[in-house]
């Protein structure tokens, strides 16, 4: 079971930035892969960016490359997300979670899932 608490949403004009924190009060958080996902209203839940274990290596979504920045701090227990050249399409429920196995990729996300925290970018 996973415990992590996301923050750090708001709501920004298109184009301004917003940095999301993902907080696990669990014991598991250094050893495995870390994923950012995003949910807008009647649209599935989909994952924008990931992170290995050791923060070497990350993948990100084609619609946020090149705007959005995954990082992590495993000290801390704590994930980032920098987000950067917000556009409304980016306005969603934005969530983070562990893969259940693997250190490198996330393929297989635990059930649980925080609340959330809220982006709304404004055109």
């Known amino acids: 079971q996973v415990q992590l608490v996301e923050s750090g949403g708001g709501l920004v004009q298109a184009g301004g930035s917003l940095r999301l924190s993902c907080e696990d009060s669990?014991?598991?958080?250094?050893?495995?892969?870390l994923g950012w996902f995003r949910q807008a209203p009647g649209k599935e839940r989909e994952c924008v960016a990931s992170?290995?274990?050791?923060?070497?290596?990350?993948q990100y979504a084609d619609s946020v490359k090149g705007r959005f920045t995954i990082s992590r701090d495993n000290a801390k227990k704590t994930a980032y997300l920098k987000m950067n050249s917000l556009r409304p399409e980016d306005t969603a429920v934005y969530y983070c979670?562990?893969?259940?196995?693997?250190?490198?990729?996330?393929?297989?996300?635990?059930?649980?899932w925080g609340q959330g925290t809220q982006v709304t970018v404004s055109s």
């Open positions: 669990g014991s598991t958080f250094s050893s495995y892969a």
């Open positions: 979670n562990l893969d259940r196995l693997s250190g490198v990729v996330v393929a297989q996300p635990h059930d649980d």
């Open positions: 992170i290995s274990w050791d923060g070497d290596y990350t």
